[in-house]
């Protein structure tokens, strides 16, 4: 599930298409279509949750999910406001005082830091929205991090491994950088792509195949990688695998 924490993204892309994919300036969607797509999934197949990131952008993410019987989603919180609306099915929606059940067609918003679990009563499907706060400036992206100044924490523990999907949680964003933390499923990657700035890839669990220029390099658990501006690269998960990647504008 996407969280105001960690964003999925399902199946390869490169930041260059993917993400310019999502944040086009019109999207229309026929979500009977896009559940039928993830229906034909693998993953779908063999774990009975399914989930399409539509629409991503800096203050805003849609993303259609599907779910078979019984399966539950547990313990996910956001630091943005959400709405969870039925496309069909039934969701039990398991809020901290209270269940809530969710036919076709009803919406339910949270506010932000809201624990809850999603349960499908039969096989269901939803829309997720997030929604954060406006940005400072237009045209200006909010300085944002997501960790407590002076706090240890074990950066593998920071985000989820989803199946069939990329999921990532921006740690720091500012002006002059970002550091985000990433977990690939088994296969999953990026497609070649280029980027204007340095970027150090940091790889915290399992194993990538990291490619620059051509090249293929093979990291684990602890190693790292300066991936250099303008030559193009490529991720790949060789075992599922959680890095940090942490890039300065300059």
């Keep these: 599930m996407v969280d105001g924490q960690a964003a999925t993204h399902g199946g390869d892309g490169a930041r260059s298409g993917l993400a310019r994919h999502l944040s086009r300036p019109e999207a229309r969607f026929d979500t009977r279509e896009e559940i039928e797509k993830i229906r034909q999934t693998a993953t779908w197949r063999d774990t009975g949750h399914g989930a399409k990131e539509l629409v991503k952008y800096p203050d805003l993410r849609i993303a259609l999910i599907l779910l078979k019987p019984r399966k539950r989603i547990e313990g996910h919180k956001a630091d943005a406001r959400i709405s969870i609306q039925t496309m069909q099915g039934r969701l039990l929606l398991h809020l901290p ?13 949270l506010e932000r830091g809201v624990q809850h679990d999603v349960e499908a009563e039969e096989e269901s499907a939803f829309l997720l929205t997030i929604c954060w706060p406006a940005q400072a400036r237009p045209g200006e992206a909010e300085a944002a991090r997501t960790l407590e100044y002076a706090t240890v924490e074990n950066a593998a523990r920071l985000v989820d491994y989803q199946p069939g999907s990329v999921v990532s949680r921006q740690l720091i964003r500012k002006q002059t950088g970002n550091v985000t933390l990433f977990a690939f499923d088994q296969g999953q990657g990026l497609a070649e792509h280029t980027s204007p700035f340095d970027a150090l890839v940091q790889v915290v669990e399992g194993s990538a195949e990291v490619a620059i220029a ?15 501006a303008g030559k193009p690269h490529a991720l790949k998960a060789v075992h599922r695998f959680k890095m940090v990647l942490t890039m300065i504008r300059s």
């Design 214 to 228: 051509g090249q293929p390099h093979l990291l684990g658990a602890g190693e790292m990688i300066l991936m250099p």
């Design 97 to 109: 005082d209270e269940v809530v059940e969710l036919g076709p067609g009803q919406l339910l918003t």
